[in-house]
């Protein structure tokens, strides 16, 4: 792990569950394609690093509650449940398989702040500070999935709404939302080509 220890001061136990990434998701990988085989070379800067751009926008404060749609195999939910540890995280995927491995992985390095649920974003009822999602559908399809799960009472920052990482041109999907919605150039946070178009999008619902 090489990259992620120039952007955030680490405790040794986050350093020590970042390494073990490094391990798990390699492992599983063989079993369960989760990533691309040709791309999970590149797990520290495409998958955790980038999950973690939500942290360079907004610093969650202690007992914030975060709903991630679509996680997939847990980005950006696991990278920051384990940077965030006072804060808890729910993770819901329809496919159970890739629930299942997240859950093990969660499990693996110890984080106590993460439930895992193979779960429809339209099923799941209760509501949180923070939705977020990595590239999971079109903005104006989540944002019409997710708004009855975000609460209105804030403690952060931040006004609550949903934070979605995307790449490519944008200008279709967030034009309905061009008053509201604020896009960051994630290479603001850190460098590198691959970073380049990469966005993070924030919208307070």
Known sequence: ????????QLTEL???QFAALEVLYPEWNEKINLISRK???NLEEHHLLHSLAIAKLIDFQPD????????????????????????RFTLIDSIGKKIRVTQDIAERIGLT???????????EKRQFDFVISRAVMPLPDLVKLVRKNVQHRHKNAMPNGLIVLKGGNLDGEIH???NIAEVTEISTFFRG??????????MPL
């Open 39 to 41: 791309d999970i070379a």
């Open 1 to 8: 792990m090489k990259l992620i220890p120039q952007y955030f």
């Open 193 to 202: 080509d691959w970073f380049r178009e990469k966005r993070l999008i924030y």
């Open 64 to 87: 914030t509650t975060i709903l991630d749609v679509g996680t997939g195999g847990g980005f950006p939910g696991i990278p920051l449940a384990i940077l965030f540890p006072e804060c």
């Open 176 to 178: 309905s939302f061009r």
């Open 113 to 123: 702040n993460v439930e895992c649920l193979q779960e429809r974003a339209e099923d």
């Open 14 to 16: 986050q350093a020590q």
